[in-house]
């Protein structure tokens, strides 16, 4: 009776050593960030030809990311050598805010120097693959604006 011979679970002896591995990776992230910012805007006039130019609202951009690793390992003494590589692509839609303040100076009835600052401030993206993660920190920046203005 029974389900017949059967193979024992445990071994009759077993072998552990350790071996020194020496391993390297590289890694990049590459990501291109398209965007745009809709929100109001206010021109007040100061004097005669300048005026001030302040303005704030959303941000809103597309993170296209792609995360590229290739690992390799080399079992020290041996000519073992493992590799592996991967790429992991991620699209994310990325919200925030923005500020500017500008002063403008007018040249012509047409033509406005424009010369200013803006903060902006977005959430940072989170790039996962296979078992690793890169962050592309957007954050925070404080950015010169600096232009020419046409009006029709």
């Not at 445990?10 to 960030?33: E, G, H, I, K, W």
């Not at 290739?70 to 020290?76: A, L, R, S």
């Not at 940072?124 to 010169?144: P, Q, T």
Request: with cysteine.
């Amino acid at each position: 009776e029974g389900p017949g011979p059967l193979i024992p679970t445990t071994p009759a002896s077993s072998v552990t050593s350790s071996v020194a591995v020496s391993s390297q990776q590289n890694a990049l992230l590459d990501a291109l960030v398209l965007g745009f910012k809709v929100g109001p805007f206010i021109e007040v006039p100061i004097y005669k030809r300048l005026s001030l130019h302040a303005g704030a609202g959303a941000a809103i951009m597309d993170a296209l990311a792609e995360l590229k690793c290739h690992e390799t390992m080399q079992i020290d003494g041996t000519s073992k050598r493992l590799q592996r590589s991967f790429s992991y692509e991620h699209d994310e839609w990325v919200f925030g805010y923005y500020a500017n303040l500008a002063l403008g100076w007018s040249v012509t009835d047409t033509f406005t120097f424009i010369l200013g600052a803006q903060y902006q401030a977005l959430d940072d993206v989170e790039v996962v693959g296979a078992g690793r993660e890169a962050k592309l920190k957007l954050g925070e920046s404080i950015e010169v604006i600096a232009g020419l203005r046409a009006s029709f």
